[in-house]
């Protein structure tokens, strides 16, 4: 019983200690910032190789579209984005010990229109000197307001593309 006691002791003290091994200096900590900027550059290059670069082994992603994917399934997705812009609304980074956990909102644009409006989280470990990316989820605020005007305006077309040819038919049986 004590060895059971002393080995579980042990295993705690391992995975603890592993996650508090690092002290963060400052210069550290603005390389996260640094890092975070270029992650949101890569999805908007498209760039994979970067992808592979900053992310950890055990990446995982949650979309705002509810899909799941690993590094090998995101990486995939990454040049669907290419010619995406961003704009960050908001982020607050918080750092426990060498992991640190980033909350905002950003609006992803295609050609200028809207296409996402989502809260997010990522979370960063430092391992191996290096800040990499281990995880995303991200949530749709809703649908974004331009949505509703395209819709408006693809009603409003075909509702008077079925008023002329209505009226086409009603003036031939005259």
Same mark, same amino acid.
């Given at each position: 019983?004590?060895?059971?006691?002393?080995?579980?002791?042990?295993?705690?003290?391992?995975?603890?200690?592993? #996650?508090?091994?690092?002290?963060?200096?400052?210069?550290?900590?603005?390389?996260? #910032?640094?890092? $975070?900027?270029?992650?949101?550059?890569?999805?908007?290059?498209?760039d994979?190789?970067?992808?592979?670069?900053?992310?950890?082994?055990?990446?995982?992603?949650?979309?705002?579209?509810?899909?799941?994917?690993?590094?090998?399934?995101?990486?995939?997705l990454?040049?669907?984005?290419?010619?995406?812009?961003?704009? &960050?609304l908001? $982020?607050?980074?918080?750092?426990?010990?060498?992991?640190?956990?980033?909350?905002?909102?950003?609006?992803?644009?295609?050609?200028?229109?809207?296409?996402?409006?989502?809260?997010?989280?990522?979370?960063w470990?430092?391992?191996?000197?290096?800040?990499?990316?281990?995880?995303?989820?991200? #949530?749709?605020?809703?649908?974004?307001?331009?949505?509703? &005007?395209?819709?408006?305006? &693809?009603?409003?077309?075909?509702?008077?593309?079925?008023?002329?040819?209505?009226?086409?038919?009603?003036?031939?049986?005259?």
């Amino acid at each position: 019983m004590i060895r059971i006691v002393l080995t579980c002791v042990l295993v705690l003290n391992q995975v603890i200690g592993y #996650s508090q091994t690092e002290t963060l200096t400052p210069e550290t900590i603005k390389q996260l #910032s640094d890092e $975070q900027k270029r992650m949101f550059e890569m999805f908007s290059n498209g760039d994979t190789e970067t992808f592979l670069e900053i992310t950890g082994d055990d990446y995982l992603a949650i979309n705002a579209d509810g899909t799941y994917m690993n590094k090998t399934q995101s990486v995939e997705l990454i040049p669907k984005f290419k010619g995406s812009t961003y704009d &960050i609304l908001e $982020q607050t980074d918080r750092i426990y010990g060498n992991v640190a956990i980033s909350t905002g909102r950003a609006k992803f644009y295609l050609s200028s229109i809207l296409v996402a409006d989502v809260y997010f989280n990522q979370t960063w470990i430092y391992r191996d000197n290096r800040w990499q990316f281990i995880f995303w989820q991200g #949530s749709m605020t809703g649908a974004p307001k331009s949505y509703l &005007i395209y819709v408006t305006l &693809i009603g409003t077309l075909l509702l008077g593309g079925l008023i002329v040819v209505v009226g086409r038919r009603f003036r031939r049986k005259k």
